[in-house]
Structures are given as structure tokens and as C-alpha cells.
Nanobody, 118 residues
Framework: QVQLVESGGGLVQPGGSLRLTCEASGGDTTFYVMGWYRQTPGKERELVAEITREDNTYYGDSVKDRFVVSGDMRKRTVSLQMNLLKPEDTAVYYC????????????WGKGTQVTVSA
């Protein structure tokens, strides 16, 4: 069974930076796309950024020009460099992996808390 494990969350001041990393272990599933989603209480999980095997990237509108996603599908790793963080970026960030772009089966990590506060 594939497990996705996130690391790198924490508390940062507005305007600061954080880097999240996710690594997959176990199972033999190969991913076509890996990325990050986030969720706050009472809201639906939303796309932050994801990257495909061909290095195509997709970003949520609220993080464009501030966040950068990178990954290696052969190693089953994905990272998210978050810059110019805002209080509204505060959320639990979840790593996601799929074998196809529109795959019905999604693999999720347990999430890592990111808090942006002075």
C-alpha cells in the first residue's frame, strides 16, 4: 500500500517562506501527477499546485507567482516552495498522487499544518 508522507510545515510570519516535501513509500504504484491541496475548517479541499510526469504545472489562482511546485515522478517525490506567505495561506496542506491525471483513485498524505501569523 502506497503511503505519502509530508514534511516541512510549521509557523511562519507573513511575508516569509516555507518548503514542503512529500515522499511516497511502499506499493508499486507509479504516479503520473503529484501535488498539493489545502483545506481550512468548513471549506472544501482546494488545489494549490501540481506537476505531471512531463513537468507540466498547475496552480491555484491564489498562489500563482508566489509558490513553486517541483517533483520527480520516478522517485515519487514532490515539493512546494512557498514564498511571500499570507495569513490566508494558513491551512492543512495535503500531498496528492494519481496514476493518471483524471484518475478516480487518489492517494493522500495525512497532511501538515502551515500557519502564517505574526
Amino acid at each position: 500500500q502506497v503511503q505519502l508522507v509530508e514534511s516541512g510545515g510549521g509557523l511562519v510570519q507573513p511575508g516569509g517562506s516555507l518548503r514542503l516535501t512529500c515522499e511516497a513509500s511502499g506499493g508499486d504504484t507509479t504516479f503520473y501527477v503529484m501535488g498539493w491541496y489545502r483545506q481550512t475548517p468548513g471549506k472544501e479541499r482546494e488545489l494549490v499546485a501540481e506537476i505531471t510526469r512531463e513537468d507540466n504545472t498547475y496552480y491555484g489562482d491564489s498562489v500563482k507567482d508566489r509558490f513553486v511546485v517541483s517533483g520527480d515522478m520516478r522517485k515519487r517525490t514532490v515539493s512546494l516552495q512557498m514564498n511571500l506567505l499570507k495569513p490566508e495561506d494558513t491551512a492543512v496542506y495535503y500531498c496528492n498522487g494519481r496514476a493518471r491525471f483524471y484518475a478516480a483513485v487518489n492517494f493522500w498524505g495525512k497532511g501538515t499544518q502551515v500557519t502564517v501569523s505574526a
